[in-house]
């Protein structure tokens, strides 16, 4: 496991070096992985209902899919940190959230509304010990995923799957606007 995360650990090094000199975009990132069906299909009209229910001249957003399923590509597109918002399969949601991968949602949204998105996690909380700032893992339950089949864009798209989850990574970008757009995939 230890060799697993080097080798994502230089994978995501690689990411961020070939990104240097780069414009910075303002673009908002939704990546979108399924294994049971493929997301390419609804992509774009996703992302450009999305754009309309936010407005122009905001928010820019970018959804990208992944044509096939593969948990390696996955983790990877977690360690680069490129990503605003998740949608994935809802085992592999709940594996990420044991090891601190998803953040908890219930001040945004009500967890009676999710149920299926209520599960125990780990969350990073700061400590500070012997002077030193660190930090200290601790599991929790709280609501981590909004499930597809209960957001009104994907019904709009035809791509209500019971097994894809929602969820917004500790690295996003902006928080407040994961949460918007978040929200604006559920209304």
């Not at 229910?53 to 983790?75: C, I, N, Q």
């Not at 009676?112 to 200290?136: C, L, M, S």
Request: charged share 25%; net charge negative.
């Amino acid at each position: 496991m230890k060799r697993l995360f080097k080798l994502f650990g230089v994978l995501a090094f690689l990411l961020v070096a070939a990104g240097c000199g780069q414009d910075e975009s303002t673009t908002f990132s939704i990546f979108i992985i399924d294994n049971q069906g493929d997301p390419t299909s609804v992509s774009q009209e996703l992302e450009q209902k999305l754009q309309q229910k936010l407005g122009e001249g905001g928010t820019t957003v970018e959804v990208v899919a992944s044509p096939m399923y593969d948990r390696s590509k996955l983790l990877v597109e977690y360690v680069a940190g490129e990503h605003d918002i998740f949608i994935l399969p809802e085992e592999d949601m709940r594996n990420n959230g044991s090891e601190g991968g998803n953040l908890p949602l219930d001040e945004y949204f009500d967890k009676k509304a999710y149920p299926r998105g209520v599960f125990e996690g780990a969350i990073f909380k700061p400590v500070n010990k012997e002077g030193q700032a660190t930090e200290e893992t601790v599991t929790e339950t709280h609501l981590y995923g909004i499930p597809a089949d209960q957001m009104a864009l994907f019904k709009d798209v035809g791509y209500a799957s019971s097994n894809l989850f929602a969820t917004i990574p500790p690295r996003t970008g902006n928080l407040e606007e994961a949460v918007s757009v978040l929200q604006a995939l559920a209304e």
